[in-house]
């Protein structure tokens, strides 16, 4: 039997992963633009894209560990959506029920 404490915590984690994840896609867009601008512009030698080209690796390289995170946590909120006792009618259900539609 789960508490409601419990997957309220879930929860906000699976809202900070999604988050993390949202984060890291729309850095990795905007680091991709700053590059292309970088080599259209005389002002930028190659150390300077390079280094530019270095944070975009570090950025796509925290996608897949980000993804796999949000993965194993809807998971375990599945889980404990499974075990929540009948009738209860928690604010934090419906919350986790939206979050795994998205």
Do not use: N
Request: net charge negative; proline share 3%.
């Amino acid at each position: 039997m789960v508490s409601e404490k419990d997957l309220k915590i879930k929860v906000g984690v699976l809202k900070r992963s999604a988050k993390d994840v949202s984060f890291y896609e729309k850095e990795k867009a905007k680091q991709i633009q700053k590059i292309e601008s970088m080599r259209g512009d005389a002002k930028y030698d190659d150390h300077d894209i390079r280094k530019q080209q270095e944070v975009l690796a570090e950025t796509e390289a925290m996608l897949p560990e980000s993804h796999q995170r949000l993965d194993a946590v809807r998971q375990e909120v599945e889980m404990l959506l499974e075990q929540v006792p009948e009738g209860a009618e928690w604010p934090c259900i419906a919350e986790a029920k939206e979050l795994l539609t998205v």
